[in-house]
């Protein structure tokens, strides 16, 4: 198609546009042509709310997930010392549990006093719940709801103390109490009671079983079980095993090492008591003879509790009670001399060649502390304080009771190292 002569292409015959436009005019276009787009809601390409509300939801599915990780783990941790128990007793044992005050707003504190110096105007020895401790200087530390105890040790670490209580209708209970005067329950209604040397371990009767378990911050972990016999009862510990006296109206003893299997038979037939180990790790104990009477024996505990070397002469005591200085060299026991009992000491080193015993003092109850080669206390029978010298005991002076300051009498103390 050909363009009209006279116009250019592509053009009308409308009418043409102004291009005289106001500032002003232009002005109220613009404005009106953003209101228009200011009223229409176009979509967000990114939605701030939706995102807050994703990233929370996985922010708590994580720390869920962390949670039931945290929480498989710890389970893991606290059955790990049961598994042994169902293992080789068919059964789940009982739970330990520690029962104590989170509270620590009106503790009783226990309260210390130095041989000599006026009663602490703290709880008195006398009063219901409390037990009075006596180091072997005379020191005294009175602890609060405790009742009355027949053994006491410092927990690991100090910070506090191990206390066995006496024997009850309801059994026997172990209780730590804190040096903030916060008494914990860790074992109640139990048989006999043994604690390890260094407080570590505690090992204890309960129905007809003998356990064992750690102590950590206050509590009791990694328990072990084992069926006994009848009255078996733990006497001590060795290293890592429970010295176990299977029926105390009989002589023997036997070796229980946790982890390793169940009780055996005793394994021995002649030991009546164990006095403690030397530092090569035999053990000093008392022997029954054919003919009625008894002898001290080193016994190696690797071979059986095997009797490696004897020695006969002194009239023992069947109690139990002694003690054997750091050293190995002289034992603390209970015997007579005459018809009169007494604490004798022995000279271990002449246990080959009949040794002989001298009188230390007034018969020993509950523990003998030695403080080193030369030095040990025990309590006597009334309560009072004997410290024996090594070497005044052999010149033929025997050790002398005394009174310990601010204890009422008739009270019974337990004598502790370490206070």
Known sequence: MSALPGRPDNLTDGPRRSYQVRPDELEGAVRETLSHQVAVA????????????????????????AGLAVGAVATVVLSAGMAQLGAETGRDGAPIVVIGDPDPSGRPIPTAS?????????????????ETLVGVDGRRLVLPDVGAAEHAQLLPGGG????????????????????????????????????????RQVAWRDGNDLLVAGVVGGQLIGAARTPAPAGAVPVRFVGDSVLVRPD??????????????PLTEAVDQETLNFYGGLPDGRLVGQISTAAGGTCLALLDPTRGLRPVETGCGPDLSQDGVGGISADGRWLLVNGRIGKAGQALLIDLRRLRSSPTAVSAGPPMTGAVVWTDASHASYLDAAGELVQVDVHRVR????????AVPGVPAGDRPVLVAGL
């Open 248 to 261: 105390p109206a009989d002589a023997g003893h036997a070796l229980w090492r946790p982890g390793a299997g």
């Open 395 to 402: 010149a033929g002076q025997p050790a002398s009771p005394a």
């Open 160 to 199: 506090g103390w191990l206390v066995i209580s006496t024997q009850t209708n309801s059994g026997r209970s172990l209780r730590v109490v804190q040096d903030d005067g916060l008494a914990q329950v860790l074992l109640a209604g139990a048989g006999s009671i043994v604690l390890a040397p260094d407080s």
């Open 42 to 65: 176009r979509p967000l390409g990114v939605d701030p709310a939706g995102q807050a509300i994703r990233r929370g939801n996985r922010i708590r599915r994580r720390r869920t997930a």
């Open 114 to 130: 130095v041989p000599g110096a006026d009663p602490s105007p703290g709880p008195s020895a006398a009063l219901l719940g409390t």
